[in-house]
T-cell receptor, first 116, second 113 residues
């Protein structure tokens, strides 16, 4: 049973370009969460999604950032017009449906974005 | 607003000693408390999950306790090994924010041979 899969593992972008990070949850998991770890800072919640729904995006910057979890395919975190301050490790986590779930989160290896 | 604090920030012990890592949180209305391990440049590995109705969880050499009323959890690692060197993170989610975890800054552990 594969774990949470994230790609790319490393991404380099120049200022003003777009970054797309993908996350495939564990098999059977329907909840996806994105977290960001800035250099020398702790992990911060960004957004919580279920299939075709954004449940909580309270941690997401209001501009340039968007997330989706379509009916088919992986969840995507999209950052438009990247700036140097977006350089960070972006982690995806998943969990099963709430009704059958203890709430335990399982994390991927992360995508490390570097903005030049 | 929930705040999670981990003390100490760093810890170095010789192999074989027991490790005690502390986590405190300001809002006792939590749903879960989860301990993770993070190796440099890697993702997070779940170690133990304690639900709010539980007082402790054990897995092998690891034991985690939870005192919800005082806002504290302790991760205890027995007979430490060099392979235990990593950063240990504590995280809690709230009864009204299930799955939305607030993380501590972590305790960086080095176990010397």
């Amino acid at each position: 049973n594969a774990g949470v899969m994230q790609n790319p593992r490393h991404l380099v972008r120049r200022r003003g370009q777009e970054a797309r990070l993908r996350c495939s949850p564990m098999k059977g998991h329907s909840h996806v969460y994105w977290y960001r770890q800035l250099p020398e800072e702790g992990l911060k919640f960004m957004v919580y999604l279920q299939k075709e729904n954004i449940i909580d995006e309270s941690g997401m910057p209001k501009e340039r950032f968007s997330a989706e979890f379509p009916k088919e395919g992986p969840s995507i975190l999209r950052i438009q017009q990247v700036v140097r301050g977006d350089s960070a490790a972006y982690f995806c986590a998943s969990s099963p449906a709430q009704s059958t779930n203890t709430g335990e989160l399982f994390f991927g290896e992360g995508s490390r974005l570097t903005v030049l | 607003k929930q705040e999670v604090t981990q003390i100490p920030a760093a810890l170095s012990v010789p192999e074989g000693e027991n490790l005690v890592l502390n986590c405190s949180f300001t809002d006792s209305a939590i749903y879960n408390l989860q301990w993770f391990r993070q190796d440099p440049g890697k993702g997070l590995t779940s170690l133990l999950l304690i639900q709010s109705s539980q007082r402790e969880q054990t897995s092998g050499r690891l034991n985690a306790s939870l005192d919800k009323s005082s806002g504290r959890s302790t991760l205890y690692i027995a007979a430490s090994q060099p392979g235990d060197s990593a950063t240990y993170l504590c995280a809690v989610d709230g009864t009204d924010s299930w799955g939305k975890f607030q993380f501590g800054a972590g305790t960086q552990v080095v176990v010397t041979p």
